[in-house]
């Protein structure tokens, strides 16, 4: 990235940053300058990641907070406000998935605990950061949705809603907020190697996933970082998923077709989303 100074001193808090695309997003800011805010439930986990990015840059707090819940968010702010009088940053990550069909006897309760981590932790910390912003004049609020904010799996039904639901939330507050000096950006990766799916056996993984080559952390937090830089509004990563996109946007069954075709390891090969390597189902993250 040029112009690496934009994010000298800006104020970022990170959602999720305990683990996998929070963790890798935290350390690209703090290696920008950046002062990062590491927000997720596991304190032990966060002082882990903010002994990585001292050795990158001093400036990083911790905050243990659950983003389903309101006051726990206010509590954070309020903790962020009395050490830096500002948010320059806000990266709505921090996410749960379960998987399975939508006959399964938890899916209900399984969606619930997705839209209220996922989808209302999004709200509420965007709802909780904006006046702070609209104050200030400025802003950039990064909300992290997926490919299957776009088009839902099979198997991944619960998921696929809170994800959707992010994406019409990001809609409307980047229209909402047009003009504001506040910027919204939504990414939608693919199937990223996190600990996310790691307890999800091979077998009960979504069936489009079963062939699929994850993308790094890493690549989603360069992503992100280049949304701010060059206030991006959507971003699709890798860019094979665009097609399916497309494909869905001119007919719903050649969609659906091309989705019933991704578990087969040839065609899988021939749209470039197997590059060879599957899904790590281990558990040492
Ligand atoms: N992995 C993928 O294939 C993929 C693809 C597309 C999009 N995404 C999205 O990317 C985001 C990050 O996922 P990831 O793959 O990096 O997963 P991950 O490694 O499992 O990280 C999830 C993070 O969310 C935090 N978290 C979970 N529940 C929380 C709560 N109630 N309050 C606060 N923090 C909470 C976790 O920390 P604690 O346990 O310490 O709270 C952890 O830091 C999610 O929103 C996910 O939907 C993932």
Same mark, same amino acid.
């Given at each position: 990235?040029?112009? !690496?100074? !934009?994010?000298i001193?800006?104020?970022?808090?990170?959602?999720?940053?305990?683990? %996998?695309?929070?963790?890798?997003?935290?350390? #690209?800011? #703090?290696?920008? /300058?950046?002062?990062?805010?590491? &927000?997720?439930?596991?304190?032990?986990?966060?002082?882990?990641?903010?002994?990585?990015?001292?050795?990158?840059?001093p400036n &990083?707090?911790?905050?243990?907070?659950?983003?389903?819940?309101?006051?726990?968010?206010?509590?954070?702010?309020?903790?962020?406000?009395a050490?830096?009088?500002?948010?320059?940053?806000?990266?709505?990550?921090? /996410?749960?998935?379960?998987? %399975?069909? *939508?006959?399964?006897?938890?899916?209900?309760?399984?969606? !619930?605990?997705?839209?209220?981590?996922?989808?209302?932790?999004?709200?509420?910390?965007?709802? #909780?950061?904006?006046?702070?912003?609209?104050?200030h004049?400025? @802003?950039?609020?990064?909300?992290?949705?997926?490919?299957?904010?776009?088009?839902?799996?099979?198997?991944?039904?619960?998921?696929?809603?809170?994800?959707?639901?992010?994406t019409?939330?990001?809609?409307?507050?980047?229209?909402? +907020?047009? @003009?504001? /000096? =506040?910027?919204?950006? *939504?990414?939608?990766?693919?199937?990223?190697?996190?600990?996310?799916?790691?307890?999800?056996?091979?077998?009960?993984?979504?069936?489009p996933?079963?062939?699929?080559?994850? =993308?790094?952390?890493?690549?989603?937090?360069? #992503?992100? +970082?280049?949304?701010?830089?060059? !206030?991006?509004?959507? &971003?699709?990563?890798?860019s094979?998923?665009?097609?399916?996109?497309?494909?869905?946007?001119?007919?719903?069954?050649?969609?659906?077709?091309?989705?019933?075709?991704?578990p087969?390891?040839?065609?899988?090969?021939?749209? %470039?989303?197997?590059?060879?390597?599957?899904?790590?189902?281990?558990?040492?993250?």
């Amino acid at each position: 990235m040029k112009d !690496k100074e !934009k994010f000298i001193d800006k104020v970022v808090i990170i959602t999720g940053a305990s683990s %996998g695309i929070g963790r890798a997003t935290s350390l #690209a800011f #703090a290696r920008e /300058g950046a002062s990062t805010v590491l &927000v997720s439930r596991t304190a032990e986990k966060l002082e882990k990641v903010a002994n990585e990015i001292r050795k990158l840059n001093p400036n &990083v707090l911790i905050i243990p907070t659950d983003v389903s819940l309101q006051d726990s968010i206010r509590n954070m702010i309020e903790k962020v406000m009395a050490e830096y009088g500002r948010v320059d940053i806000l990266v709505n990550n921090a /996410g749960t998935a379960h998987v %399975g069909p *939508i006959s399964h006897e938890k899916f209900v309760e399984d969606t !619930k605990e997705m839209m209220a981590v996922d989808f209302y932790g999004t709200v509420y910390c965007t709802k #909780a950061v904006l006046p702070i912003m609209q104050r200030h004049g400025r @802003g950039h609020i990064v909300n992290m949705s997926s490919v299957v904010g776009r088009k839902a799996f099979p198997h991944f039904a619960g998921y696929s809603v809170s994800m959707h639901a992010i994406t019409a939330f990001s809609d409307a507050l980047r229209q909402e +907020l047009h @003009g504001s /000096g =506040i910027y919204v950006s *939504i990414i939608h990766p693919a199937l990223t190697q996190t600990a996310m799916l790691s307890h999800i056996s091979p077998a009960d993984m979504p069936p489009p996933f079963r062939r699929m080559t994850p =993308i790094t952390a890493e690549s989603v937090a360069e #992503a992100v +970082l280049d949304a701010v830089h060059k !206030k991006h509004l959507r &971003v699709i990563l890798p860019s094979q998923p665009k097609r399916l996109l497309l494909a869905d946007a001119i007919s719903p069954r050649l969609g659906d077709r091309i989705v019933r075709l991704m578990p087969n390891r040839v065609f899988a090969s021939l749209i %470039g989303i197997y590059r060879g390597k599957m899904y790590e189902h281990d558990t040492s993250y």
